[in-house]
T-cell receptor, first 113, second 108 residues
Framework: NAGVTQTPKFQVLKTGQSMTLQCAQD?????MSWYRQDPGMGLRLIHY???????DQGEVPNGYNVSRSTTEDFPLRLLSAAPSQTSVYFC????????????FGPGTRLTVT | AQRVTQPEKLLSVFKGAPVELKCNYS??????LFWYVQYSRQRLQLLLR??SRESIKGFTADLNKGETSFHLKKPFAQEEDSAMYYC??????????FGTGTSLTVIP
C-alpha cells in the first residue's frame, strides 16, 4: 500500500494563479482532511470530508475549495493564490474503525510570490 | 473554544535525562487526545493516544481532566527521540485541533 500520496512535492505560484493540490489514499478510509503547517502555528485544519460527496470547513477554509467525488481522492484547490497561502500542506486520512488515527501524506511545500 | 496549547516551542535535554513535553487543552466535551511525532525527513505519525493507555517507545501520557493536561513523558531520553511533537485533540468525527508543536532535541 502506498498509503497517502500527495502531488506535487514543491510548487511556486505567482499571486492570483490557481492550482490544485492532489491527495489520494489507498486504505479505503472514510475520512480525509487537509491541513496547513506554518511556523509557530502548528497544523490547522482547512477542510475535511467524512465520505464521498461530503465535505465541510475546518478552522481556516478561506481561499480554498475541496471536493470528494471518490473515496480515494481529495483535491484541494486554490482559486486565486495569495502570499498568505505560502505554507506546507498535509493531507491525511483516517477511519473510525481504526480509532481515527490520522495517516499523513508527505506534504506539499507551496510558495506564493 | 476548543484549543490545544503546547507552551514550549523548543526543548533540549541530555541523553538519559527525563523528558516531559507539556500539553494543555480546553474543551467543553469529553476529550480524546493524541500525540503525533514527526522525525526528520519522515511523515507525521501517531505516537500514542490516551484511550489506549499504552507506552510507545518508552513514552507515556496520562490524561488529567482536572488540570486539563496530557503531558508526554519519558524517563530516559534517547538521541532518536529528537523530533517535532504535536499534541492533538479530536473534537468530533474527523475534526482535529493540533497544538503548535514542541521541537525536542536530545543532546548526546
Amino acid at each position: 500500500n502506498a498509503g497517502v500520496t500527495q502531488t506535487p512535492k514543491f510548487q511556486v505560484l505567482k499571486t492570483g494563479q490557481s492550482m490544485t493540490l492532489q491527495c489520494a489514499q489507498d486504505m479505503n478510509h472514510e475520512y480525509m482532511s487537509w491541513y496547513r503547517q506554518d511556523p509557530g502555528m502548528g497544523l490547522r485544519l482547512i477542510h475535511y470530508s467524512v465520505g464521498a460527496g461530503i465535505t465541510d470547513q475546518g478552522e481556516v477554509p478561506n481561499g480554498y475549495n475541496v471536493s470528494r467525488s471518490t473515496t480515494e481522492d481529495f483535491p484541494l484547490r486554490l482559486l486565486s493564490a495569495a502570499p498568505s497561502q505560502t505554507s506546507v500542506y498535509f493531507c491525511a486520512s483516517s477511519s473510525p474503525s481504526q480509532g481515527y488515527e490520522q495517516y499523513f501524506g508527505p506534504g506539499t511545500r507551496l510558495t506564493v510570490t | 473554544a476548543q484549543r490545544v496549547t503546547q507552551p514550549e516551542k523548543l526543548l533540549s535535554v541530555f541523553k538519559g535525562a527525563p523528558v516531559e513535553l507539556k500539553c494543555n487543552y480546553s474543551y467543553s466535551g469529553s476529550p480524546e487526545l493524541f500525540w503525533y511525532v514527526q522525525y526528520s525527513r519522515q511523515r507525521l505519525q501517531l505516537l500514542l493516544r490516551h484511550i489506549s493507555r499504552e507506552s510507545i517507545k518508552g513514552f507515556t501520557a496520562d490524561l488529567n481532566k482536572g488540570e486539563t493536561s496530557f503531558h508526554l513523558k519519558k524517563p530516559f531520553a534517547q538521541e532518536e527521540d529528537s523530533a517535532m511533537y504535536y499534541c492533538a485533540l479530536r473534537r468530533s468525527g474527523n475534526q482535529f485541533y493540533f497544538g503548535t508543536g514542541t521541537s525536542l532535541t536530545v543532546i548526546p
